[in-house]
């Protein structure tokens, strides 16, 4: 038995850049809500979350380059499947939308829906290498 | 795929781990590879046919069809 980690990318500088981007997320969010709806502010401070997102996107895409090529494997498949996956939901689920279900605000949930398919992806294909 | 990974090391007396370290991976790697659960990439491939001194194909192969 030899256990795969691949989380081992998500070292302390993943973590504490993670941890500045959703400080940033939140506090912007309360600032944004405080200004007016039409204020240029608002406009920058939306793309700067944008902006933040981004950075932490590449900060762990440099994490999973630095993975040895079987746990760097283990992420793309799960990347993408679980993007696949989630893309097929949005979409399934405009269609149900047109049929009568309610709507799903994805803006919010598709992020943490997102990273927690990955992480379940990630374990169950290690578990095909193991 | 098959390969001869786990012969050619143990021939050696090295483990895992010291095959890993040549090689640049992981211990998990090096043993996904000897059972045959993951193919190696290319580069890593021709790493392991250098430090066995043998050619890819003498190494690794085709698996047995049916």
């Keep these: 038995m030899s256990a795969i980690r ?3 990318c998500f070292d302390t500088r993943v973590i504490v850049v993670s941890l500045a981007v959703a400080a940033w997320l939140v506090v912007s969010a309360w600032v944004s809500r405080v200004l007016g709806a039409d204020s ?3 406009v920058l401070l939306a793309l700067s979350q944008a902006g933040a997102l981004a950075a932490l996107v590449f900060v762990i895409r440099g994490s999973i380059i630095r993975l040895d090529e079987l746990a760097r494997q283990i992420h793309y498949q799960a990347l993408a499947v679980v993007a696949a996956m989630l893309v097929t939901a949005i979409a399934g689920w405009a269609f149900l939308v047109r049929a009568g279900l ?18 379940a992806g990630v374990i169950l294909i290690a578990r095909k290498f193991e | ?8 090391r143990t021939v050696r007396n090295w483990s895992q781990g ?3 370290e ?7 790697t090096v043993n996904a ?7 190696p990439s290319l580069p890593l491939a021709l ?11 003498e190494i690794f192969g085709p698996a047995k069809q049916g």
Aim: charged share 30%; hydrophobic share 45%; proline share 7%.
């Design chain 1, 102 to 119: 309610p709507p799903i605000d994805w803006s919010t949930y598709a992020a943490p829906v997102f990273v927690l398919a990955w992480a």
């Design chain 2, 33 to 39: 590879i000897e059972t045959e659960k993951y193919d």
């Design chain 2, 1 to 8: 795929m098959k390969n001869s990974v786990r012969e050619l």
């Design chain 2, 22 to 28: 040549k090689l640049g991976v992981s211990r998990q």
């Design chain 1, 6 to 8: 691949p989380f081992r």
């Design chain 2, 18 to 20: 010291d095959l890993a």
């Design chain 1, 40 to 42: 240029a502010l608002r």
């Design chain 2, 47 to 57: 790493k392991i046919a250098r430090l066995f001194s043998l050619r890819v194909e």
